[in-house]
């Protein structure tokens, strides 16, 4: 089911799945504790990964001893987070047709995500899945463009954005606060992705919707605007191993009693 899905994230995740997998960074280890501490995850408790992609958010909410369901409207996106985590219930579905049961769950994560489908009537459905005071978490990692090479991809990847949502126009929060919720609290953690250059920028980028979606040709230009960016910076230039700087942003707010 691909309920009013952005033509970008259709296209874009469908082409750039792979990409995804390999460029994307994993979450830091603090955010265990915080699923545990601020959204009460434990065994017992079910959470439901909500556009959960390829699952790269999955193993954090597994190692709360939650029960784990995953959803995710798009098809290439669901097939690679099958694939990597068999155990987990994984249904094809969307934020404003969510395929289980009110108060079903005891949280609803959104990772990387929440941005495509920040409206009331996704927050409805949220709010319909939840049990009276489950949490609603928000997760984004976010690039450190303070650091110079970060904000010069930023400037490569901006032409191609047209109108897909992201976060840093900072419209998701919008809806905030929510009918039925209580006010968001935020916490900050520092992260990182080290790997090869090829891995952790040029998939990295490429693991983005618009940028994913772009025709071979422009790939391969884009591709090469962003070698010499790391062959002018001194941080990156000739080594086999560099890291790619993040600040992870988790929100959560919980489904009012009553």
């Known amino acids: 089911m691909m309920t009013r899905i952005h033509p970008v994230a259709a296209e874009g995740f469908t082409a750039g799945a792979a990409a995804y997998v390999a460029g994307r960074p994993e979450y830091p280890p603090e955010i265990e504790g915080w699923l545990r501490t601020d959204l009460g995850l434990s065994r017992g408790k079910t959470a439901l990964d909500l556009a959960a992609g390829t699952g790269k958010f999955s193993s954090r909410l597994v190692a709360t001893g939650a029960t784990v369901i995953a959803v995710e409207p798009v098809q290439a996106m669901l097939d690679e987070l099958i694939r990597q985590y068999p155990g987990i219930e994984a249904r094809n ?72 949502p ?73 080594k086999a191993q560099v890291t790619f700087p993040y600040e992870t942003l988790a929100c959560v707010c919980n489904k009012l009693l009553g």
């Open 166 to 238: 992201r976060f840093h126009s900072q419209k998701w929060r919008d809806v905030f606060p929510a009918e039925g919720f209580s006010p968001l609290r935020e916490k900050r953690f520092a992260n990182h992705h080290t790997g090869s250059p090829e891995k952790v920028i040029i998939n990295r980028i490429f693991s983005v919707s618009f940028m994913a979606a772009l025709a071979r040709e422009q790939q391969e230009q884009v591709a090469e605007q962003m070698r010499q960016v790391i062959a002018n910076s001194p941080d990156l230039a000739g």
């Open 93 to 164: 579905g969307s934020a404003q047709a969510i395929p289980l049961a009110d108060a079903s769950v005891d949280a609803v994560v959104c990772a990387q995500s929440f941005h495509w489908f920040a409206t009331p009537e996704a927050l409805h459905e949220i709010h319909r899945v939840l049990e009276p005071g489950g949490a609603f978490g928000l997760v984004w990692n976010l690039r450190d463009e303070s650091v110079p090479w970060v904000a010069a991809l930023t400037r490569i990847m901006q032409p191609f954005e047209g109108d897909a």
